[in-house]
């Protein structure tokens, strides 16, 4: 029933490693996207796809890549972690009018040690 | 500029009294929509309510209402009869049509953590 789900929810990992997030929604929206909330809990867009297709990339190091197989999902996967990339990130959806709410999944804490 | 602020990092009420979350914006685009969210301290996130820029009654959801001023560019969020389990984090957050056509994302403000006292 778990409309926006995301795996897992909590990440430890060394610096250096490649490491995924898994996003799926069963909402049956257009849109998809990640964001990154700091330790000062400021949440900040990083990605969104609508269809396979990228139509926001903020200004993110390119370490991080978002991958879409179908609409459903879109994983997060990121190369040679450093110690600034933790953070909990969200995964949302919305349809893909504008004013449409977007729908958070629970969050994963990412620990970079 | 920022383009949500909320002045109001931290608020301490009472219970049952009602609260005022203050939010101001800051878009040239004429249709946009306006967001609060809710994150207790378990860290998801919780869609509370929102207004579109047309819309001309200010929404209510519950305990919960926007009083929309377009003019001054202020989205404040209302707590009726506030609850101890109001206690949390509250964001407002605006989305603007994508300049490119399509969707985009969600701009947030940095939040107000309010803590409901017994």
């Known amino acids: 029933d778990t409309a926006v789900s995301q795996t897992p929810k909590y990440l430890v990992t060394q610096m250096g490693n490649d490491k995924s997030i898994k996003c799926e929604q069963n909402l049956g929206h257009d849109t998809m996207y990640w964001y990154k909330q700091d330790s000062k809990k400021f949440l900040k867009i990083m990605f969104s796809y609508n269809n396979k297709e990228l139509i926001i990339n903020e200004t993110v190091p390119n370490r991080f890549s978002p991958k879409s197989p179908d609409k459903a999902h879109l994983n997060l996967h990121i190369n040679s972690l450093e110690l600034g990339d933790s953070a909990v990130y969200f995964c949302?959806?919305?349809?893909?009018?504008?004013?449409?709410?977007?729908?958070f999944g629970p969050g994963t804490r990412l620990t970079v040690l | 500029a920022q383009k949500i602020t909320q002045t109001q990092p931290g608020m301490f009420v009472q219970e049952k009294e009602a609260v005022t979350l203050d939010c101001t914006y800051d878009?040239?685009?004429?249709?946009?929509?306006l967001f609060w969210y809710k994150q207790p301290s378990s860290g998801e996130m919780i869609f509370l309510i929102y207004q579109g820029s047309y819309d001309e009654q200010n929404a209510t959801e519950g305990r919960y209402s926007l009083n929309f001023q377009k003019a001054r560019k202020s989205a404040n969020l209302v707590i009726s009869a506030s609850q101890l389990g109001d206690s949390a984090m509250y964001f407002c957050a605006m989305r603007e049509p994508h300049s490119g056509g399509g969707a985009d994302g969600l701009t947030f403000g940095k939040g107000t953590h309010l803590i409901i006292q017994p």
């Open positions: 878009t040239s685009d004429q249709s946009y929509g």
């Open positions: 949302a959806s919305s349809p893909l009018i504008s004013t449409d709410t977007q729908y």
